[in-house]
């Protein structure tokens, strides 16, 4: 016997289909929606969890500094802890949810989110600040696959499933710019300890959401078995890479470290490709990848985090460095850059049954990639409105295009066995396009700096137009990298929308 989301949302099916002829169906049929949409918001404020924790630290690091007193070189480990727990477990984190049902490990990921964040908040030293923030980044391994994958099993129906993911990806993709914003609202006002406090209220709030809406289904008498040898060769891997990726923005891209740490991923990497063919139950079927719309998906994620990651970081640094703004100044002017994505959203969603996949994610690319080119016009003395606000709704409305059909499209046709492995690819793919992104980036920004610089008189002035330069090398390159992502997506994505793409059956209980 076989039962989909819908079914145990809405209760038993009338005499011609899920509603029929009966009217006393019908209220149930609505009373099961209006629970689907709950069930949303509750996956959404997961989500808003991991999107915003990935930068409401970053307006706060100088105060946090101060206070516990570490160096301006130990300042990045606050932001990597949090990648390397993030984006090395993720694959384990997903299948966790396939073994051992995705509504109690989402809950697992929300308990470890707070105690994380309330350790975090309450740290008294560097290590233990450290500490907390890779227990964050583990603990949201294990939910955002979970949030992720409940959202594709409970929207089954193609019109749903279009609008949830839109809310969803706008959440995911804009999530980073409400932590920038929240972030300097808590230092500025409270602490920044704040920044890290603020989470555990908002876990507790998604766990009693989740406690009272979600069906937690019983375990089978057979004990899951974990591949935990490719478990280990992949955060292994992962874990090598990001590392490497980190070392590179200080070392450099041509240091012996950052050259022997990424070498040594990608052959960890391999050896985990290797081993999924030939053990029993895999941590990673290779038939999740053997897709090549997913796997245009997955592209069109993986470098909507190198755009999404450089936009925050660099903008900041314009910001606050060239404009003069404080913390919650510059939170505040990502609110048009949220607000665009959030509309675009809402517009694929409408967009998503009647216009082919590849054409939206296409178009949405090409936009925000003219978003990030306005951007490398950036002036020494500019203005927001004149400067800033032109990139930020264009790349605003290009990333809201695209981000939840690329989601949307990249989790599809996914056996419901596979869904949480499958929702962990899209984390993995937008982490580590961010991360990648933000490393080489950083890298062409110095270089930029140093060339700018180079037969000049070293002061303020010729040191803010390095600075400049820098970033205008950086948006060019993302500019670059979006648009040709977006054209190998759409030449990989079949052509038709999702939903006609697939066969998307409802299965009756016997």
Known sequence: MTTNPTQLLSGPKGPDGPTGHDEKAQPSEKSAARRRWAVLAVLALAQLLISLDSTVVT?????????????????????????LGFGALLPLGGRLGDLFGRERVFLAGLAGFAVASGLGGAAQGFPMLVAARALQGVSGAILAPAALSLVSTTFALPTERAR????????????????????????????????????????????????????????????????????????GGLFSVVFGMSKAETSGWDSTGTIAWIGAGIVVLGAFIATQARVREPLLPLRVLADRTRAGSLLSIGVSGIGLFVTFLFMTFYMTELLGYGPLDTGFAFLPFIAALILASGVSATLASRVPTRVIVLVGML?????????????????????????????GVGVGLFIAPAMGAATSGIDDRDAGVGSALVHVAQQVGGSMG??????????????SLRGQVVDAASRAAAAVDGYQSAFAWTAAILAAGGVMAALLIRPGTVESSEAIEVPTAA
């Open 367 to 395: 936009t925000a990639a003219a978003g990030m080119l306005l951007f490398t016009q950036l002036p020494v003395d500019g203005t927001y409105a004149a400067d800033v606000l032109p990139g930020m709704l264009v790349a």
């Open 164 to 235: 949830a993911f839109g809310v969803f990806g706008g959440i995911s993709a804009g999530g980073g710019a409400v932590g920038l914003l929240l972030g300097g609202s808590m230092t500025e006002y409270l602490s920044w300890r704040w920044s890290l406090y603020v989470n555990v209220p908002l876990a507790v709030v998604a766990a009693g959401g989740a406690l009272w809406l979600l069906t937690f289904k019983r375990m089978s008498g057979t004990r899951p078995r974990i591949d935990w040898l490719g478990a280990t060769l992949v955060a």
């Open 59 to 83: 307006v706060a690091l100088p105060s946090a500094q101060a206070e516990l007193g570490f160096s301006a070189g130990d300042r990045q480990w606050i932001i990597t802890a949090y990648a």
């Open 438 to 451: 933000v490393a080489a980036l950083s890298a062409v920004v110095t270089s930029a700096a140093e060339d």
